[in-house]
């Protein structure tokens, strides 16, 4: 492909917290920003018009029908599309989310009726994902990298316990700690385990998550096994 690539970062409903770790790029933004043209971008002041983009960045999850038809129109015009972070990729933190519940009646403003909050890959075709709330920044950097080079954005396919392995840390579920480290896609460099917190799971399942061992594991320290755990693998208690 000739020319820059032209990209437009977009945002649905979300605190922006992933967008602000795009801006919290500062060392390599300038440098970056120069190797591509950003055509639209909200957060910094570029609207651009229906014009094709190569690149799509969402972030948020989709919680209206104006989001919907606004993400369908997005999808359209771009030629490859991004869902950056636990919003655009799960619908909100995955873990935490009520997955009994896919509506809320409720009274909102402009007239909205029902609440939801729903991934970007309900509604269209997502090329990558982003994991992370927020982001790490690094995974964005290399996510421009790999779109520079034209090389194929994996996700990755190890469990933050491989990386709590790796940093040397002592295992949570062995001091009686509910840690969903084992079934969680990593990434994130053990961040929470790392500080003697909990992985409670907010980049999502890990490709191969086997949630009947870590129930058993989980009842055989025990620790309370948490009811999204028992929702997820069925909803079946043993």
């Known amino acids: ?6 990209i437009g970062v977009f ?3 979300s605190c922006e917290g992933c967008l602000v770790q795009l801006l919290n790029l500062e060392d390599v933004l300038l440098d970056l ?4 043209e950003i055509v639209d971008f909200r957060l910094i002041g570029l609207k651009g018009g229906e014009e094709p983009l190569d690149v799509a960045i969402v972030e948020g999850a989709v919680m209206s029908e104006e989001e919907e038809r606004r993400l369908e129109e997005i999808r359209r015009r771009s030629r490859l599309l991004v869902a950056l972070g636990d919003c655009a990729c799960s619908g909100g933190k995955f873990i935490v989310k009520d997955f009994g519940i896919e509506r809320v009646d409720a009274n909102l403003p402009r007239g909205v009726r029902e609440f939801r909050a729903d991934p970007l890959d309900k509604y269209v075709k997502v090329d990558y994902y982003v994991y992370g709330c927020p ?3 690094r995974e964005i950097f290399s996510l421009f990298k790999d779109l520079l080079l034209g ?6 396919s190890y469990n933050v316990c491989a990386e709590c392995i790796l940093r040397e840390n002592a295992c949570l579920l062995d001091r009686g700690m509910p840690c969903l480290g084992p079934i969680t896609r990593g990434g994130c460099g053990a961040l929470c385990p790392s500080s ?18 870590l129930v058993e594991i989980m009842k055989e320290k025990g620790i309370e096994v948490p009811e999204f755990l028992w929702i997820i693998r069925g909803g079946v208690r043993r």
């Open 1 to 6: 492909m000739g020319g820059k690539l032209r």
């Open 11 to 13: 945002s649905l409903s």
């Open 33 to 36: 920003f120069n190797r591509v």
């Open 135 to 137: 982001v790490e920044r």
């Open 151 to 156: 090389k194929e954005i994996k996700r990755v």
């Open 196 to 213: 003697g917190r909990e992985c409670q799971g907010c980049r999502g399942l890990a490709e191969d998550a086997n949630i009947d061992s």
